[in-house]
């Protein structure tokens, strides 16, 4: 009974060897047909893990929902670099600021040189009233000789020529003056102005008189009627009005140096008594005006 059961037991073995080799294998198809992943026994449905991320690959993921992010960039990966509508605005605004800062260096620079310039002339021109103080010369009329003016012609055009004498007095007691050109004299009579001409140049030592003659001329004057007739009743009376300005640049000496270029302004008024050259001076007052800075 052994023996037979060992014969039996033994076919079945190969029965069985043979079955589960000819046992036909079946595929379990994955969705996007790859055939080469390994099938895992433990994937539940028959569906391995490269099956699952295939599918959750192909399914729409839905979109977040609203609301404010904040996205943290690492320092070193941010770019200093402009939009493109903007580079060029960024370009020229790069450019500008050197320039900026060479005009206000300089501007700076000019006013810090202007305001020194101007401490310094203050202060020179304080120290030259305080030691030797200047003082404004003083003018006066002493003769006239008047021409050109016929009040007996049947034309009222006229053509003076006035000589004046002027004595000018510096009294200073240490500064000399010095008188340039650019000078201007004008004489009027009742606000018609009757010639013009320039004021005598010259060099004045301290507390000196000097007397100089200007010559005043006029040319083709046109003088209305009641004009000519109130000269002529001034003439009558021995007393013509006149009224003589001069503008006169100048500058103080003190040894050999001389000083920066002032003007004076005299306004004088005169009378004398007849219109020709041997006319006689019967009163005359001027004023000199202040020193002006040019």
């Not at 076919?11 to 294998?25: C, H, R, S, W, Y």
């Not at 198809?29 to 959750?56: E, Y």
């Not at 109130?230 to 003439?235: H, I, R, T, V």
Request: hydrophobic content about 35%.
């Amino acid at each position: 009974m052994a023996g037979d059961g060992g014969t039996q037991r033994s076919p079945k073995n190969i029965d069985l060897f043979i079955a589960d080799k000819n046992i036909p294998k079946t595929k379990h198809l994955s969705i996007d047909t790859n055939d080469s992943v390994p099938h895992s026994p433990r994937s539940s449905g028959g569906f391995t893990n490269a099956s699952r991320l295939s599918v959750d690959s192909q399914i729409p993921k839905p979109p977040p929902p609203p609301g404010t992010y904040l996205v943290q960039i690492p320092r070193e990966q941010i770019y200093r670099v402009p939009p493109p509508e903007n580079a060029r605005r960024y370009e020229d605004l790069s450019r500008r600021k050197p320039n900026r800062s060479a005009c206000r260096r300089c501007c700076c620079y000019s006013l810090t040189v202007l305001l020194v310039l101007v401490t310094l002339a203050a202060v020179l021109v304080g120290i030259f009233f305080l030691v030797f103080r200047p003082h404004k010369p003083m003018f006066s009329v002493s003769g006239v000789s008047v021409a050109g003016i016929n009040l007996t012609s049947s034309t009222s055009l006229i053509s003076p020529l006035v000589e004046v004498k002027v004595r000018s007095e510096n009294v200073n007691e240490k500064l000399g003056l010095i008188y340039g050109g650019g000078s201007a004299a004008e004489i009027f009579y009742d606000g018609v102005k009757l010639g013009d001409g320039e004021f005598t140049a010259f060099d004045q030592p301290p507390e000196n008189v000097t007397l100089t003659v200007t010559t005043l001329r006029g040319s083709r004057i046109q003088l209305t009627s009641s004009t000519v007739e109130d000269l002529k009743e001034s003439e009558k009376k021995g007393k013509v009005p006149f009224d003589l300005r001069v503008k006169a640049p100048f500058k103080f000496k003190v040894g050999v140096v001389t000083m920066w270029t002032m003007a004076v302004t005299v306004d004088c008024k005169l009378k004398v008594d007849k219109l020709t050259s041997s006319a006689t001076v019967i009163t005359e007052n001027c004023v000199t005006e202040g020193i002006i800075l040019l």
